[in-house]
């Protein structure tokens, strides 16, 4: 089957239109628009087809800091990334033409399972999205709004990062700003006198939340209200839990640091043998299933 084509890119040798493409069926809504699950109809290739209204973006600055983004995840390959395969617009809207991935979300994966996921899958989701974080952070790229609703599913399991809508790439200073939902904010995003001053291991941070969601069900975070989430991450005290397993615990420990400077690297994570133990298991269980 032929793939959308990359030449379609964002370096613009030719675009597409809205008319090449059937929509089929919506996949979801937002503030900011909707995803549908569309066919290229040149090639029947399936997609899913993101359009983002250009009135939402107030200025003309914020529209070509979303082209920028845009260009910036185009160019990102990794079979952990949700891959772009171009992007258009006309007068009233940005589209987005990504993979379709119909298997749903890890968001929708913990709501199914409240009392935590088994270890293998926890540990082989945790372990494709650091894998995707460390190709990002090679190319100077921080996602910056890692969440479980933010990691999809194609149609084999494969997690697959998206939404990139909060990346930046990082070449100088460190960043000066807040980004990310509350419960995966990092401590030195809170702090003023600092000017919310962070770098790409706020992504590391984030992974050790996941972990412990995935593992327990819930984030280490967990509060009613902003402020009281927030003032859990500046303690940065870790609840005990009987659905962790000892090694992961030392490992979230190791992430949710915070001292930034003593923060656990994603390569030393990954490299972890049991966490690795974990994922091999999970894959030839999904082997056996085919």
Not at 35 to 46: D, H, I, N
Not at 63 to 87: G, T
Not at 144 to 167: H, M, Q, S, W
Not at 279 to 289: K, P, S, Y
Request: charged share 25%; net charge negative; proline share 4%.
């Amino acid at each position: 089957m032929s793939v959308v084509s990359d030449k379609d890119s964002a370096e613009g040798e030719t675009s597409y239109v809205i008319d090449d493409f059937e929509v089929a069926g919506v996949l979801g809504k937002g503030g900011f628009g909707k995803v549908v699950f569309a066919r290229e109809k040149r090639t029947q290739y399936p997609v899913a087809l993101k359009m983002l209204e250009k009135k939402t973006f107030v200025t003309e600055k914020s529209l070509k800091q979303l082209c920028r983004e845009l260009e910036l995840q185009y160019h990102l390959k990794h079979p952990n990334i949700l891959r772009m395969h171009a992007f258009f617009f006309d007068v009233q809207t940005v589209y987005i033409v990504l993979e379709a991935c119909q298997s749903g979300n890890v968001f929708t994966l913990v709501r199914k399972n409240p009392e935590g996921l088994a270890s293998p899958l926890a540990s082989y989701i945790v372990d494709s999205v650091a894998a995707a974080l460390e190709y990002c952070h090679k190319y100077k790229v921080v996602h910056r709004d890692l969440k479980p609703e933010n990691i999809l599913l194609d149609d084999k399991g494969v997690p697959k990062l998206a939404d990139f809508g909060f990346c930046v790439r990082v070449v100088g200073p460190d960043r000066e700003s807040i980004h990310g939902t509350a419960e995966y904010v990092t401590p030195e995003m809170l702090h003023e006198d600092n000017h919310h001053r962070h770098n790409y291991k706020v992504d590391n941070w984030a992974v050790g939340v996941l972990m412990y969601e995935l593992l327990n069900g819930r984030s280490p975070f967990y509060a009613e209200g902003d402020y009281a989430i927030f003032s859990k991450i500046k303690k940065g005290v870790i609840p005990e839990s009987k659905r962790v397993p000892d090694w992961a615990m030392n490992l979230i420990r190791g992430l949710l640091t915070i001292n930034v400077k003593d923060r656990m690297e994603l390569s030393t994570f990954r490299a972890d043998e049991t966490l690795q133990q974990e994922v091999a298991e999970r894959e030839l269980m999904a082997l056996n299933l085919d």
